[in-house]
């Protein structure tokens, strides 16, 4: 039997994105959501993580920027892939090196449009409305050293309203990242075509 391909979650906050690729791949003996990992102490997807019975583990910046911890930690589980979900450090370059083309990562808009640092979550969608966009989107890519620049695997698009708020923009974004989100990483790890929004 091939090996079972071995996914870690990086979050930063709520969470939302880390459940629904865990809900996803729970019956699946090919792929599976082997760990979560967050930098914030207080990060609500380290309940989620406990809810779903997926381990989850807590490391600060220093873990990240300084040390080797986090990458000896995913060689010690044998972590095939890195799925970025609403995680807001910048990647280092330990990790770049040791999974090149194996990171990718979740952005709220079409980019190139609204990427950057300093660009995500809310603040996306609040530039989207300020600038009078007439749809935006999600944009699922390979991970490189810059914000929000490594190759785009998928995107999706949804309207946006004269009259739609920041939240209600963020409500339409959110439905698109749990319709694609989990699909687009199943085709990505196992070599399959990439599914495309009609
Ligand atoms: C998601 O909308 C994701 O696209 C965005 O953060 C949110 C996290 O939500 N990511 C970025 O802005 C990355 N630049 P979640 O914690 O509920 O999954």
Redesign the pocket.
């Given at each position: 039997m091939p090996k079972t391909i071995q996914l870690a979650i990086l979050?930063?906050?709520?969470?939302?994105?880390?459940?629904?690729i865990a809900e996803y791949f729970v019956d699946r003996t090919d792929v599976n959501v082997n760990v979560i990992i967050y930098n914030k102490k207080d990060a609500?997807?380290a309940r989620r993580a406990e809810a779903l019975g997926i381990e989850s583990h807590y490391f600060n910046r220093r873990d990240f920027f300084e040390t080797d911890n986090v990458l000896l930690f995913l060689r010690e589980r044998q972590i095939d892939y890195l799925i970025?979900?609403?995680?807001?450090l910048l990647v280092p370059e330990n990790l770049l090196k040791a999974f090149p083309d194996r990171i990718i990562?979740?952005?709220?808009?079409l980019l190139p449009k609204y990427?950057g640092k300093g660009?995500?979550?809310h603040?996306?969608h609040e530039a989207v409305v300020a600038n009078h966009e007439t749809e935006t989107g999600?944009t699922i890519h390979i991970v490189d050293q810059h914000?929000?620049r490594g190759t785009t695997l998928f995107q999706a698009r949804c309207g946006v309203a004269p009259t739609d708020t920041a939240d209600d923009i963020?409500a339409k974004?959110?439905l698109l990242?749990k319709a694609w989100f989990p699909k687009v990483i199943d085709a990505f790890v196992l070599n399959k075509p990439m599914p495309k929004q009609e």
């Open positions: 979050a930063s906050g709520n969470g939302t994105n880390a459940q629904q609500y997807v970025l979900a609403g995680f807001l990562n979740i952005h709220p808009a990427g660009m995500y979550g603040n996306v999600i914000y929000d963020a974004i959110h990242e």
